[in-house]
């Protein structure tokens, strides 16, 4: 069973605190919660206020990531619209640390969709487990799916490790084709490239 806690500890270090890069399509973020996706999260109106204090964007980088108001309800906000939703401590911890944070830079569809893509690959033309359809929300199909992947450990040439290995390795390719259609697409976003690679 995972645990959110770790999870959330390794997506907290990818997304960092205040950015508003001008050719960031997700536009303004405070700690990867996108003003686009998430207007109504309560933090902006600490945000407002603060970047009402200084126009130095230092000073106010500063001002943002240690403010205590806007840490406090970080976590809630992430369990309950990310971890829950994506009914992540139903699968293994590396697993759902991949989901949970492919989730949050592309979206829950996006992200449940990069591990539906990877189960459907890895089962040898259904002969352990019929094809899910892919529609991007987790639901019993997609769990029961994952259950029997990883029942598929008592084969001699495969191990748990190896299993979440393959699963990872797939899941990370479906993120790297999001990342590389949106740069084809928009060859301005190359920018940020490096961050998307590191977090693949």
């Given amino acids: 069973m995972a645990v959110f806690e770790e999870a959330y500890q390794l997506t907290s270090i990818q997304e960092g605190g205040y950015s508003n890069h001008p050719d960031d ?5 405070y700690r990867g919660i996108s003003r686009l996706h998430w207007p109504q999260w309560p933090g902006w109106s600490i945000v407002d206020r603060l970047k009402a204090k200084t126009s130095d964007s230092k000073k106010m980088h500063n001002l943002l990531i240690t403010n205590s108001g806007l840490t406090k309800g970080l976590e809630s906000f992430y369990k309950k619209e990310f971890w829950d939703k994506l009914a992540c401590v139903h699968l293994p911890q590396k697993i759902a640390n991949e989901l949970f944070d492919t989730s949050v830079n592309m979206g829950h569809s996006y992200g449940v969709s990069c591990l539906q893509n990877a189960l459907n690959k ?3 033309n259904q002969k352990d487990y019929v094809d899910i359809h892919v529609d991007g929300q987790i639901g019993t199909q997609t769990l029961n799916a994952t259950e029997s992947y990883f029942k598929t450990a008592r084969f001699s040439t495969r191990n748990k490790d190896k299993l979440i ?3 990872l390795k797939w899941m990370n390719y479906y993120q790297l084709c999001r990342y590389d259609r949106i740069t084809e697409k928009n060859p301005d976003q190359e920018i940020f490239i490096p961050g998307w690679t590191n977090r693949g």
């Fill in 25 to 29: 399509k997700g536009g303004e973020t």
């Fill in 122 to 124: 890895l089962n040898r």
């Fill in 165 to 167: 290995n393959w699963l």
